[in-house]
């Protein structure tokens, strides 16, 4: 499975992290398929308000139809061309999420800013270039599939409003290296949580670990 580099800028006093798109294939054809099922159900309110008439029902029906369709065609493009950012400065850290119909920009000050956490999966995903038998079940590209559709985010923190998910599609290999320019940026105002020396320490040991 191919996912987008991360790219990292770099400032004077600033860190930019562009994660892009990171919306694969497969992840986009189950997108897909939710949208042409929910435009079904709103197509079945649609044949049941035909003919037209001025009845509760048949209003009902068309406003039920509209209102699916509306919705299913928003969900799609939001989630197909969904970009994500980061910035961090000496004040804060700032995350944006853009899309075609969306722009949502937060600032999260430091001192406001929780232990990061790493959420993609229970245990660690091994990097796609470690030496490994291959995967005959398909164990480990179901786990992929299902760790993509947490469009939330695969990190996250928590803050005196609740909890902040973000880099979504994001799996540990590449967690591991932003968490790294993160940690080298911010120094002690980012708190890791417990599983980051663990993964850390087995990305040491996997890439020091000849490649077969």
């Given at each position: 499975?191919?996912?987008?580099?991360?790219?990292?800028?770099?400032?004077?006093?600033?860190?930019?992290?562009?994660?892009?798109?990171?919306?694969?294939?497969?992840?986009?054809?189950?997108?897909?398929?939710?949208?042409?099922?929910?435009?079904?159900?709103?197509?079945?309110?649609?044949?049941?308000?035909?003919?037209?008439?001025?009845?509760?029902?048949?209003?009902?029906?068309?406003?039920?139809?509209?209102?699916?369709?509306?919705?299913?065609?928003?969900?799609?493009?939001?989630?197909?061309?969904?970009?994500?950012?980061?910035?961090?400065?000496?004040?804060?850290?700032?995350?944006?999420?853009?899309?075609?119909?969306?722009?949502?920009?937060?600032?999260?000050?430091w001192w406001n800013i929780g232990t990061?956490?790493?959420?993609?999966?229970?245990?660690?995903?091994?990097?796609?270039l470690k030496g490994k038998s291959f995967d005959y079940?398909?164990?480990?590209?179901?786990?992929?599939?299902?760790?993509?559709?947490?469009?939330?985010?695969?990190?996250?923190?928590?803050?005196?409003?609740?909890?902040?998910?973000?880099?979504?599609?994001?799996?540990?290999?590449?967690?591991?290296?932003?968490?790294?320019?993160?940690?080298?940026?911010?120094?002690?105002?980012?708190?890791?949580?417990?599983?980051?020396?663990?993964?850390?320490?087995?990305?040491?040991?996997?890439?020091?670990?000849?490649?077969?």
């Amino acid at each position: 499975m191919t996912t987008k580099e991360i790219k990292y800028y770099w400032g004077e006093q600033t860190l930019f992290i562009d994660l892009g798109n990171r919306v694969n294939l497969r992840i986009k054809v189950l997108y897909f398929c939710e949208f042409i099922l929910t435009s079904f159900f709103a197509t079945i309110f649609l044949i049941k308000s035909i003919p037209l008439k001025a009845s509760f029902f048949h209003l009902a029906y068309s406003l039920g139809a509209s209102l699916l369709y509306l919705l299913a065609a928003r969900r799609f493009i939001k989630r197909i061309f969904l970009k994500e950012s980061l910035l961090l400065d000496a004040n804060s850290l700032t995350i944006a999420k853009k899309s075609l119909f969306s722009n949502n920009i937060k600032r999260y000050y430091w001192w406001n800013i929780g232990t990061l956490h790493y959420e993609g999966k229970i245990e660690k995903t091994d990097h796609p270039l470690k030496g490994k038998s291959f995967d005959y079940l398909g164990f480990e590209t179901q786990e992929h599939l299902i760790q993509s559709l947490h469009h939330s985010g695969n990190m996250y923190f928590d803050t005196i409003a609740g909890r902040v998910y973000f880099a979504s599609g994001v799996y540990s290999w590449d967690a591991e290296e932003m968490v790294q320019m993160m940690k080298l940026f911010t120094g002690t105002k980012l708190i890791l949580g417990p599983e980051w020396e663990q993964m850390l320490q087995e990305q040491e040991f996997d890439e020091g670990t000849p490649i077969i």
